[in-house]
């Protein structure tokens, strides 16, 4: 639940800085952040207990980034008010992946501690 917790409350906010920094990122309105959030982080969710038991750390991060890629890609083209080249796409999933990557390491921390106590 705070894997949940904390992918809605990064999500917008990396998209949100992305808007500021990259030239090739552009929301101007409300919206593609709602539908993107709502669309990513259940998924994510979804992955890290699918793919975080059973994969490597990092073969866990590619997972992440190519579905943050793909999905940021593909809704920003049919949202209306959003504008993501395929460079500013690539740099929101490498910020996201680099905060998912934070949450996994804690993650299997908590998991180890849990496990060996």
Known sequence: MQSLLLKIISIPLILLLCTFWFEGVSFNKPLPFLIITIILAP???????????????????????VLSYLLVYIVSSFMAGAYVSLWGAFLIALAYSLVELMIHKQIVSDHMRHSYS
């Open 43 to 65: 998924l994510a969710v979804l992955m890290e207990y699918i793919f975080l038991p059973r994969l490597s750390f990092w073969l866990t991060f590619i997972a992440d980034f």
